[in-house]
């Protein structure tokens, strides 16, 4: 049955594949337009809200919010546990008028196609170079004193084991919306880890269905201000681990 199921899972993948590769195929042209101007960048974000509503349409994916909040006008930061490459796209469909781009590694610049609107409207980091991370991190507070709000998932990629737990938080997210004195806004994701495992593991769990997303209180520039991006930092994480713990997906 396990072997079963995992082909069934591997046919899954496969599937939501063909449906990125496609519909990003699509758009592709449009995304490319509203890059070639930084006037036009704005634009861009629309597009890809409805890509994300495409590919979920398609990949038969429901979002239901657990907990919803009134956000602030924005820019702000938002973080969130990362557990599969579903966080990335279905970010849109959570927050579809709140314009944000995403800080992430800079290994997604090897993926072909999505390395170019990556590169031009996201923000890739170059961790292992000190000089490219400086200008990751001025160009993340130029991107909000324009207006944008960053996504940052702080555990720094996908863990590798025993999902859904977190990892310990980088401090590379904290470090900006304390320096850009902007407000938090923290994500739970809490399906995704089984919706769409990593697609190395050939067998892993992939299939359609609900996805839970719980979002917290908004964390103030006022109460980040009271504490040390270490003490910000563990708030976070207490944060973003309460409905995966209350759940028994991850250890007290």
């Not at 009134?70 to 849109?92: A, E």
């Not at 980088?170 to 304390?178: I, Y």
């Not at 209180?217 to 973003?240: C, H, K, M, R, W």
Request: aromatic share 14%; glycine share 4%.
């Amino acid at each position: 049955m396990k072997q079963f199921l995992g082909v069934l899972s591997l046919c899954y993948k496969f599937y939501v594949g063909l449906i990125f590769v496609a519909t990003l195929l699509f758009f592709y042209p449009f995304i490319c337009l509203t890059l070639s101007r930084v006037s036009w960048r704005k634009w861009s974000f629309p597009i890809n809200v409805v890509w994300s509503f495409t590919v979920r349409l398609l990949c038969v994916i429901w979002v239901h919010r657990l907990r919803r909040v009134k956000l602030p006008k924005g820019p702000y930061l938002i973080v969130s546990n990362h557990t599969s490459y579903f966080d990335i796209f279905i970010m849109y469909s959570i927050l579809p008028t709140h314009r944000f781009l995403f800080m992430g590694k800079s290994e997604i610049l090897s993926y072909p196609l999505v390395k170019t609107f990556f590169k031009k409207l996201n923000i890739p980091v170059h961790r292992n170079d000190r000089m490219k991370a400086a200008k990751s991190f001025i160009q993340a507070k130029t991107a909000v004193q324009c207006g944008w709000s960053i996504v940052i998932f702080p555990e720094g990629g996908i863990p590798d084991d025993n999902l859904p737990e977190m990892v310990e938080f980088k401090s590379g997210a904290f470090k900006l919306s304390k320096n850009a004195q902007i407000p938090i806004v923290p994500i739970t994701f809490l399906d995704h880890y089984h919706m769409f495992s990593d697609p190395d593991q050939l067998l892993g769990y992939a299939h359609p269905g609900i996805s839970r997303i719980y979002m917290h209180d908004v964390i103030s520039v006022e109460q980040q201000n009271e504490l040390t991006e270490a003490e910000l930092s563990d708030l976070v994480f207490a944060i973003l681990a309460g409905p995966l713990r209350e759940r028994g997906l991850m250890k007290k």
